[in-house]
């Protein structure tokens, strides 16, 4: 997950210091919401706008931008707000306290630290983990009873794991660090462009392969996820950073309010598999999971 920093560097650099101008003539009232291109962003942007209006705040969607572009656009005041991962912005923080073991709990206390010196609030957790986790078939997994990282120690050494190009030689937090902490290594690793890890998995070309927690590949293809019970593997939690400034409107906040805690990883999963397999509008599900949770009017 570390590795979204480098997507649309250079043009996102572009959209947020020529968008400028933009939040100026925008209002007082309006409330600039950064976005990163794509589904499960798209979707929570659209969910926040929603919720921002109904409380009377006019709305403007920023898409188009890293999580790098975001962290210094909201720093400076040219986005209010934006959902973003805590080891995302664990790698950012430059003085960042360094793990081995990547307990959530402290993960979170560390991003939230830096994220206020660097004056962002951090608003809360939205409920899921948009992790990288070990993916295996649920047949397989239910007939050998491997619902952990752990319980595969018995099985790796004659599996074959498709991994994407980055994880699998990411020492700090990818292949490598989990091999390490669970005293095991795969019989064959096959490194692959990460669009092609599910379609290897379901030809039986691999036996294992690495996911995002909130890929909705994989309910649609009978897939388990296993628990990393070591905390080999960054968290990467949701959250909503709010600009310290924009933090300061009370109306803001709880306006947003019911983003924290409230969407969990079978519920993420379930709007991105309308996002990528259904080709719904992220509007059109945004707003009918409101209407669906009784926060907004049809």
Known sequence: MKYLA??????????????????????????????????EQYII??????????????????????????????????????VDY???????????????????????????????????????????????????????????NVRTVDDLAPYANEMVFGSDLVFHAAEEDGLPHVEKVYNFSFGEVRPMDPSLTFVALQSGNVDAIVAYTTDSRIALFNLTA???????????????LVNGKRAEDKGIITSISPLIDQIDSETMRHLNSRFDIDKEDPKTIAREYLVSRGLIAT
């Open 6 to 39: 480098v997507l649309c560097g250079f043009v996102a650099l572009g959209l947020v210091f020529s968008g400028c101008s933009q939040v100026s003539q925008s209002g007082p009232k309006t409330v600039v919401i950064g976005v990163m291109p794509f589904n």
């Open 45 to 82: 942007g659209e969910i926040a706008a929603l919720l921002l209006e109904k409380e009377g705040y006019s709305t403007e969607i920023r898409s188009g931008m890293n999580n790098a572009a975001l962290y210094d656009a909201i720093k400076a005041g040219q986005v209010d707000m934006y």
């Open 86 to 144: 805590t080891s995302t912005v664990y790698y950012q923080l430059p003085d960042r306290e360094p793990v081995d073991r990547w307990d959530p709990g402290k993960v979170y206390a560390i991003v939230e630290r830096g994220l206020a010196r660097d004056g962002i609030l951090l608003a809360g957790q939205l409920g899921f983990r948009n992790d990288n986790m070990i993916v295996v078939p649920s047949a397989w997994a239910s007939k050998r």
């Open 226 to 240: 296993l628990e990393d019970n070591q905390y080999a593997m960054p968290p990467y939690h949701a959250i909503l």
